[in-house]
T-cell receptor
Framework: AQKVTQAQTEISVVEKEDVTLDCVYE???????LFWYKQPPSGELVFLIR??????QNEISGRYSWNFQKSTSSFNFTITASQVVDSAVYFC???????????????FGQGTTLQVKP | DGGITQSPKYLFRKEGQNVTLSCEQN?????MYWYRQDPGQGLRLIYY???????QKGDIAEGYSVSREKKESFPLTVTSAQKNPTAFYLC?????????????FGPGTRLTVL
């Protein structure tokens, strides 16, 4: 069965610290997609990144970086020099099994609440 | 601007009443989704639709109903059969062309049963 696990329920850091949010997934598919979303206090989910299973290159976007490792089924997210505005709930998600057809459905982890203190 | 709108932002309902949550998108996306989020929890899929006039149950469809008469609209009705409807409801859409596109989310509707 497909599953996404975000073992860290809550993380609290002080501004300017680096922080890594863990995401571990399970799937039998060879072709799949992984996503990260941010949910600020306003509630709307904001898309951060999509990565397909054939692209294991790490990606950096400003203070954000993602480390995708197929060998350990992980897709971790690091925020460098955290800021108060980074405080939010972060969700990792996995595309539904390809055998089900392309429904576009995502399987979400439980989310990690990040609090950045000034 | 392209995006997803949900209305109302806050909704209060008396027990035994049906209520309908609106979701509209102008992104020309094929697929639309409804999620429920309870405090401190992740997202659970209620219903989804890949094409007009067709929709499928998600993981927690009981007590909910939907329709997809137009590509841009996917309203969700919370019926009196839903035992615990107080929650935050999020609508999303995605393009199914060219593989797995990201889902875009609306601002959400917070439903409270009085």
């Amino acid at each position: 069965a497909q599953k996404v696990t975000q073992a860290q329920t809550e993380i609290s850091v002080v501004e300017k610290e680096d922080v890594t949010l863990d995401c571990v997934y399970e799937t039998r598919d060879t072709t799949y997609y992984l996503f990260w979303y941010k949910q600020p206090p306003s509630g709307e989910l904001v898309f951060l990144i999509r990565r397909n299973s054939f692209d294991e290159q790490n990606e950096i976007s400003g203070r954000y970086s993602w480390n995708f490792q197929k060998s350990t089924s992980s897709f971790n997210f690091t925020i460098t020099a955290s800021q108060v505005v980074d405080s939010a709930v972060y969700f990792c998600a996995l595309s539904e099994a390809h055998g089900s057809g392309n429904t576009g459905k995502l399987i979400f982890g439980q989310g990690t609440t990040l609090q950045v203190k000034p | 601007d392209g995006g997803i709108t949900q209305s109302p932002k806050y909704l209060f309902r008396k027990e035994g009443q049906n209520v309908t949550l609106s979701c509209e998108q102008n992104l020309n996306h094929d697929a639309m989704y409804w999620y429920r989020q309870d405090p401190g929890q992740g997202l659970r899929l209620i219903y989804y639709s890949q094409i007009v006039n067709d929709f499928q149950k998600g993981d927690i469809a009981e007590g909910y109903s939907v329709s997809r008469e137009k590509k841009e609209s996917f309203p969700l009705t919370v019926t009196s059969a839903q035992k615990n409807p107080t929650a935050f409801y999020l609508c999303a859409s995605s393009s199914l062309a060219g593989g797995f596109g990201e889902q875009f989310f609306g601002p959400g509707t917070r439903l409270t049963v009085l």
